[in-house]
């Protein structure tokens, strides 16, 4: 049994999974349901000014009959009286002491306003704050959320005065709907961040109902946009969670968010940098009780791997991840189709030689069964053929390691110098 | 289904045990099976399709609402698609060809089929349009599969047909000769209807030979289309064939698709003869109309028997017996001329005859006698020689001469399609799904020819 507890800039939990600050940290009732079933911690639903919310808020894509491929929401931040929440932190914290319990926080880019419910929130006792610079919908519109977390200059004046009084670990939420999420994350990291938790929700239009020609969700017929999040935006979130984590400047702890729905999304995102991760689509989707296997699964992993502590997957791939300028051009993969495996739907030829690179043939053995074979002359290497193949094992993409590696940094850089050279000797 | 064993059946159960046996797919179910199809490219499943129905496209046009586009997909490519995602042996067709049976379940096609069809059935929609006149004029005799879909074909390409059916209604055997509990007739005459819709004559109660003369086809038709299929089931040529009590397969089965559901069997033990895909259905129907004990006699064994797997196992389920290598030699009467024995003997097999299988021999001194109140011979079906000598057609033992290019009869204005031009059936009987394929090929063939 390895050890599963993480330690976030000081925020301590028993496991890496955190439910995140959504529907499903609303209430005392809902967190201590959720710590029960064998959540590590949880970031409460955002404090801050009650708000009203409308009626309809959710909404979802099905892909293929798979439901909730991606999700959509328009719900503000918490509409419960910020005393009836604080009382209820208060209880939760007092009936589960080794659980994280993390307040995320939003009021207007005032200094005083953030002294104010930073003082609030601390005098019951919460484990760390976590700053909603996020959400894209509402509450943009009135200056805050994704509004200041989109300005550099903002994220870092607000990180600041919360630190002016914080006494437990601050974490900067940063919102996706960004060029370039490293400038946000910078700004937390000298406004004094302890930690950043990224990804916060994508603005998105769900759907139009093409029957009626409303939006999807609507609300008395008008809809705005919302925020998506889910299994659809993983690998979007973890980009910039890896941007992130491999910034020389950015040496904060992450708290990697966006769709993460069972243990092996939480190992590549630790993999990627995050110390731990929050999770809210899939507890909305099935429940609380799927972090039994997240818990179980991430346990078998770290066993089999050999690992004693969760903390040690850490950060191991990011320094794989780099710019293209540095991959290494003489490398070469190739598919190749195991007859064995095959069961001749055609799925990779068909794709190949309509969209890729025409480099699969379609060949009748000697006793006349048809048979599909790469040209690996041919193939560049894309992999599309081995992704649409619907069979395990049924497509390798054989690694033809380059003798002498060639980026095309360091090839430009030759080209220089041969320039350069050709210069002196002209 | 209630059988008499249990307890006496009503009329209302016997009416219950005739309605179709397989639920449609629930509309979920239906999209998470369309769902799970690859979308194969040149897929199997279609060129293991007699009719070549696209399956693939009319799948993905299901998993994405496009009901109608699914409907149509398939009835483009066979006009009687409804009967055969009821009818067709799907696992050595379609399913049996679908490549995800190496790695998973294959994909229910048929049932897939089904609901597609069915939605068609219950939305009154217009799929088909009659192509451009081309004033000619073609005669199909026999309303069945094969002279159905040849007319469909041929009205969408612009000629005019006019069907000549013996029976009160079109649809061949698929009317008359499937058990309801697998082909409810309302399908069939679905189908048939679609066909009228686009502007077919059907003439029924007409036989040709009798009602309308074949001079008369071949003087005021540019084309006739043979498509009679086949006949009743022959005599089994024993003693005490004409007992009251003794039936004709086909006859049995149509008896409870186009009259009202008789009591009269309930109780009755009753022995079949024959083990093709017909022999099944009586037995099934005798069943369902409350026999207490119905056993199924055959001179081979399971081995060489022709109905398909899956009617077997449908039998067992019902509560069918068999008995191989059984062969009946006199049926006996009692004092009123009704069936009250069956005498057989015990068979071996013997060396293999001229179609390879070992033929049957008798074993000797080993006659013996079972009770029995029904006996329905079902050991194939005879060939309509009257009417196809009456066209002056060449044939063998009344199978038809045919070209199979051109499928033109040895009279080049006259051409045939279906059962009527199958060879033997000793290797398992003729499909529907063949005989609509056959039937738009003839059609094609016909369009050539007057286009020329």
Redesign the interface.
């Known amino acids: 049994m390895a050890d599963l507890s993480v330690n976030l800039a000081g925020i301590k939990s028993p496991n890496p999974f955190w439910l995140a600050s959504a529907p499903p940290t609303n209430s005392g009732y809902q967190v201590q349901r959720a710590f029960e079933a064998g959540w590590g911690g949880a970031v409460w639903k955002t404090l801050g000014d009650p708000v009203i919310n409308v009626s309809s808020r959710f909404s979802a894509s099905t892909f293929?009959?798979q439901k909730v491929a991606g999700f959509n929401n328009i719900e503000l931040i918490t509409d419960r009286p910020l005393e009836v929440n604080l009382e209820e932190i208060y209880e939760t914290k007092k009936k589960f002491p080794n659980h994280a319990i993390v307040a995320s926080l939003m009021v207007e880019p005032k200094q005083e306003k953030w002294h104010e419910i930073v003082k609030k929130v601390e005098a019951i006792g919460v484990d760390g704050l976590e700053l909603n610079f996020g959400c894209p919908h509402g509450m943009a519109e009135r200056g805050m959320g994704s509004a200041s977390g989109q300005v550099p200059e903002l994220v870092e004046k607000q990180t600041y005065w919360v630190k002016e009084v914080a006494e437990t670990p601050v974490i900067v939420k940063l919102t996706p709907n960004i060029t370039d999420v490293t400038a946000t994350a910078y700004a937390a990291v000298q406004g004094g961040a302890d930690s950043i938790s990224l990804i916060n929700t994508i603005n998105s239009l769900m759907g139009v109902d093409i029957h009626s020609w409303n939006t999807i969700p609507h609300v008395s017929g008008k809809g705005t946009h919302g925020g998506y999040c889910g299994p659809a935006v993983k690998p979007i979130a973890l980009n910039m969670v890896a941007e992130c984590a491999r910034h020389p400047e950015i040496n904060i702890p992450i708290s990697g968010i966006g769709g993460i729905s069972n243990w092996q999304d939480a190992v590549e995102f630790m993999l990627m940098g995050s110390t731990n991760v929050q999770v809210c689509t899939a507890a909305m989707h099935h429940g609380f009780r799927i972090v039994e296997d997240m818990i179980d699964g991430l346990n078998n992993y770290l066993d089999e791997k050999g690992l004693a502590r969760a903390m040690d997957l850490i950060g191991q791939t990011v320094s794989k991840y780099q710019n293209w300028g540095d991959l290494d051009l003489n490398y070469k993969v190739a598919a190749r189709i195991n007859p064995e495996k095959c069961?001749?739907?055609?799925?990779c030829?068909?794709s190949c030689e309509d969209t890729s690179h025409q480099c699969i043939d379609r060949l009748i053995d000697a006793n006349g069964k048809s048979y599909l074979k790469v040209r690996e002359d041919d193939c560049v290497g894309c992999n599309l053929c081995s992704i649409v193949c619907?069979?395990d094992g049924a497509i390798d993409m054989i690694e033809y390691p380059s003798e002498v590696a060639m980026t095309w940094n360091e090839r430009q850089s030759l080209l220089g110098k041969m320039t350069i050279g050709e210069e002196t000797v002209s | 289904m209630k059988s008499a064993e249990s307890e006496l059946l009503t009329a209302v159960d016997l009416k219950r045990n005739f309605f179709e046996v397989k639920q449609d797919m629930k509309p979920k179910e239906a999209?998470?099976e369309a769902?799970r199809c690859?979308?194969?490219?040149?897929?199997?499943c279609m060129n293991a399709c007699p009719t070549g129905i696209d399956v693939p496209s009319f799948i993905k046009k299901m998993?994405s609402g496009n009901l109608k586009g699914s409907a149509r997909d398939i009835l483009d490519a066979n006009p009687v698609g409804a009967t055969c995602s009821r009818v067709c042996p799907t696992s050595e067709l379609c399913e049996g060809a679908c490549?995800?049976n190496?790695?998973s379940m294959p994909i229910r096609i048929g049932d897939l089929q089904r609901h597609a069809t069915n939605w068609a059935m219950d939305h009154d929609v217009d799929l088909f349009e009659s192509g451009v006149p081309t004033n000619t004029k073609v005669a199909i005799v026999g309303g069945g599969p094969a002279g159905l879909s040849a007319a469909r074909e041929l009205r969408r390409l612009g000629h005019e047909v006019t069907i000549f059916e013996a029976k009160e209604k079109a649809g061949g055997l698929d009317t008359y000769g499937i058990v309801s509990f697998r082909l409810p007739q309302s399908v069939s005459l679905w189908e048939v209807e679609q066909v009228e819709k686009l502007g077919v004559d059907i003439r029924t109660n007409c036989t040709v030979g009798k009602d309308i003369s074949p001079e008369t086809l071949k003087n005021d038709f540019d084309a006739v289309l043979i498509t009679v299929g086949m006949g009743q089931v022959p005599k089994l040529g024993i003693e005490g064939e004409d007992l009251t009590g003794v039936y004709d397969a086909i006859q049995f089965v149509e008896n409870t698709k186009t009259k009202p559901l008789t009591e009269q069997f309930i109780g009755k033990r009753a022995i079949v003869i024959g083990a093709g895909n017909t022999a099944i259905d009586a037995a099934t129907c005798l069943i369902r109309s409350g026999a207490s004990h119905v056993k199924i006699i055959y001179r081979r064994t399971e081995e060489e028997m022709t109905a398909y797997p899956f009617e077997f196992e449908f039998a067992k389920q019902d509560g069918v017996e068999f008995r191989w290598l059984t062969q009946p030699t006199k049926i006996m009467g009692d004092e009123n001329g009704h069936v009250k024995q069956l005498m057989c003997v015990q068979m071996e097999l013997g060396q293999p005859d001229e179609s390879g299988r070992r033929r049957p021999v008798p074993v000797q001194d080993s006659s013996f006698l079972m009770d029995v109140d029904i006996v329905v011979r079902a050991i194939g079906q005879s060939r309509h020689i009257d009417l196809i000598e009456a066209f002056g057609l060449n044939h063998d033992s009344g199978i038809l001469q045919l070209n199979d290019k051109t499928y033109q009869t040895s009279n080049d204005q006259i051409f045939a399609a279906g059962d009527v031009v199958y060879g033997s059936t000793e290797y398992g009987d003729a499909m529907v799904v063949s005989a609509a394929e056959q039937g738009k090929r003839a059609a094609y063939a016909i369009d050539k020819k007057l286009s020329c």
């Open positions: 293929n009959g069961i001749n739907c055609n799925k030829y068909i619907p069979v | 999209i998470d769902n690859l979308y194969c490219y040149d897929a199997p998993a490549v995800l190496d790695v």
